[in-house]
C-alpha cells in the first residue's frame, strides 16, 4: 500500500488572516465597550456633580433660614419656594420651669419655628416637636424628601431644574450664639444662662439635605450638614 503524504499548504493564508482578523475585532470592540463605558461614566459623575452643586447651595439657603431664625426672603426663588411661611420670624423663650430641659412653644407656633428653638426631646424622651398645637411637627423621617422643613428648586443647564429638600432632624440648644452673645432667657440662677459666663456654647442643628433633578431624578446627592448658630 502507497503511502501518499499531503504538503499543501493552500488556505493557510486565509486561515491566519481570519484568526488576526478575529484578534483584532475583539481588541477594537473592547476599545469601543471602554470608550462607550467612559462616556457614560463621565455623563454620570457630570449629572451626580449637578446635583451635589444644587445641594450645596440649598444647605446654604437653610442655613440663611436658620440664621435668620425663620426670616428668609431670596427675590430670585421666590417662586419656588413651598410649604413655610419664610417672612415670619421664630421667638424662641424659656418657660416658668427652668428644670423640665425644655422650651416652651415658639411664637409664631409652628414646626420649624419648634425645631429652631426646642431639642426634639426632653430628658423623659418624650418627643417635643409633635406635641398638640398648630405646630405639631410629624415624626423625623431620615429622608427629606418625604418630611422636609422647606423645600425649592434651583435652575441648572438649561431648562432643568433641580429639587433641593431640607429637614432639621436634630436640635441641640445652647445659651450663645457663634459671636458669643448671651441669647435671652428668664432671670435668675435657676436659668440655664442666667448666670452663663462660661465659653459660647452655641446651637446645634443638623440638616438633611436631598438634591435632584425636578423631573426623572436619575441622580441625586445627599448630604448631612451641621450647623452652629
Known amino acids: 500500500m502507497k503511502k501518499v503524504f499531503l504538503k499543501n499548504e493552500k488556505g493557510i493564508a486565509l486561515v491566519m488572516v481570519l484568526i488576526l482578523s478575529l484578534i483584532a475585532l475583539a481588541i477594537v470592540s473592547t476599545l469601543l465597550y ?3 463605558q467612559g462616556t457614560k ?3 454620570y459623575f457630570k449629572r451626580y456633580e449637578t446635583a451635589l452643586d444644587a445641594g450645596h447651595g440649598g444647605s446654604e439657603i437653610a442655613a440663611s433660614l436658620i440664621s435668620n431664625r425663620g426670616t428668609l426672603v431670596v427675590p430670585a426663588l421666590s417662586g419656588f419656594f413651598s410649604g413655610i411661611n419664610l417672612p415670619t420670624q421664630c421667638i424662641c423663650g424659656f418657660d416658668a420651669d ?3 430641659e425644655i422650651y416652651p412653644l415658639p411664637s409664631p407656633d409652628t414646626c420649624l419655628c419648634r425645631k429652631l428653638c426646642m431639642p426634639a426631646y426632653k430628658s423623659d424622651s418624650t418627643y417635643m416637636w409633635g406635641a398638640a398645637g398648630p405646630g405639631a411637627c410629624n415624626a423625623v ?3 427629606p424628601t418625604s418630611n422636609y422643613d422647606m423645600q425649592f428648586s434651583l435652575p441648572g443647564i438649561g431648562s432643568l431644574t433641580y429639587q433641593v429638600s431640607a429637614e432639621i432632624v436634630d436640635t441641640t440648644v445652647g445659651v450663645t450664639d457663634l459671636s458669643g452673645e448671651q441669647l435671652s432667657c428668664g432671670s435668675g440662677v435657676a ?3 442666667g448666670t452663663f459666663s462660661g465659653p459660647p456654647t452655641p446651637y446645634l442643628y443638623r440638616i438633611e ?5 425636578s423631573s426623572n431624578a436619575t441622580e441625586r ?3 448631612s450638614v451641621l450647623y452652629e448658630y
Open 141 to 143: 423621617s431620615m429622608d
Open 209 to 213: 439635605m436631598n438634591a435632584q433633578p
Open 41 to 43: 461614566s463621565s455623563e
Open 191 to 193: 436659668y440655664q444662662c
Open 221 to 223: 446627592a445627599r448630604l
Open 98 to 100: 427652668p428644670y423640665d
Open 34 to 36: 471602554l470608550v462607550m
